[in-house]
């Protein structure tokens, strides 16, 4: 049997180890059929802080990075809420994305026929809908410096974040997204608020200039980002790329994740450089978080996650075909009305996070006959 390729597999806390593995039982079914991943598991997370006393040991962060592709789950629990900053479940994640060099997340928003009716607006609004939201992902406020919270001499405490950008940092996320318009509908959207942030002025003229120097066949339309938040529920379907920092990418595709039912099915993909031999490092994650409030009762949505695998497939190890197999697999189950709690509608097939997984099992076997 012929060996695609490792994988490192970093399931985390609540939902995340939950859908993680529907995962492993997709990749299971691959390996009978021949193509076969050599999947290793470590601890991420509130996981990891359980045993040894940090969210990402060292250890994990180098196996990270030879692997170079990795498939993660979520982080983070009340019961690390109060843990110091540098000892957060997040901090692990963010670790990951910063020493892998992930700086381009691509999170694709996309509303399956079936789920037009979840969404909470109306089914014409969005149906058909296809928006690639593109987040840098290793700079601005999430890793700025000076950040912290000090005591002041009056008693008072002060807290500080810093939103920092370099025209290197804009300028390689913004070529990834005019690459992706190309292959779309040729069309980006940047976001930012040049009109009250430094790193917003910047970040425009960036795009700006690249997009005259290199991609004059794209239109480009800035938009200013609270504007976009309100666009994105007007009419979700003027956008094809939206390319923006890290902070407004967070909140902004959270609330795209709305458009298609549920944030349970947002997958993303955060992509490195490609090096001379066009592999690049990446990590596979859904958008959601832990979600605490309904992990260990087996309903979380795994479609996110699984459809996070997905673009691994795609995007590390060139298997565009099993992926559009299993896109179609969860399409078809959907079709079939199969629906976990947070997308169910009238006369649907309630199922739990492994109820879904046998489904689309089923329907990846009757594909593949
Ligand atoms: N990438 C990551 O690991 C992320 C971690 N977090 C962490 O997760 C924890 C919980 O954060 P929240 O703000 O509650 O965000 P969340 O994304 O975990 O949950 C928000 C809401 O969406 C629901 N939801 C999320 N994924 C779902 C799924 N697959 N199926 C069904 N329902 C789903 C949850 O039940 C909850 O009501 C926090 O510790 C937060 O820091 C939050 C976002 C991303
Ligand atoms: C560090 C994460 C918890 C931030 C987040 O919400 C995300 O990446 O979507
Ligand atoms: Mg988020």
Redesign the pocket.
Known sequence: MAQVGRILFLP?D???AE?MTEVRRVIGWLARRGIEFAVEEDLV?GAAYDVHGVPLTDATMAKANEIGTVMFG????PKYDDLPFALK??RG?LRLRKEMDLFANLRPAIVFPALAGASSLKPELVEGLDVMILRELTGGVYFGEPRGITELADGQKRAVDTQVYTTSEIERVARVGFELARKRRNKVHSVEKANVMHTGVLWRQTVQALRDRDYPDVELEHMYADNCAMQLVRRPKQFDVIVTDNLFGDLLSDCAAMLTG???MLPSASLGAADANGRRKAMY??????????AGQG????I?CLMSFAMLLRYSFDLGAEADRLEKAISNVLDQGYR???IAQDGCTRVSTSGMGDAILKELDRLAA
């Open positions: 985390g609540g939902i995340g859908v997370g979520a982080v983070g629990g479940p997040e994640l549920s944030l349970g994650e859904p958008v959601h978080g832990s979600a605490p409030d309904i309903i979380a949505n795994p996110a976990t709690a947070d």
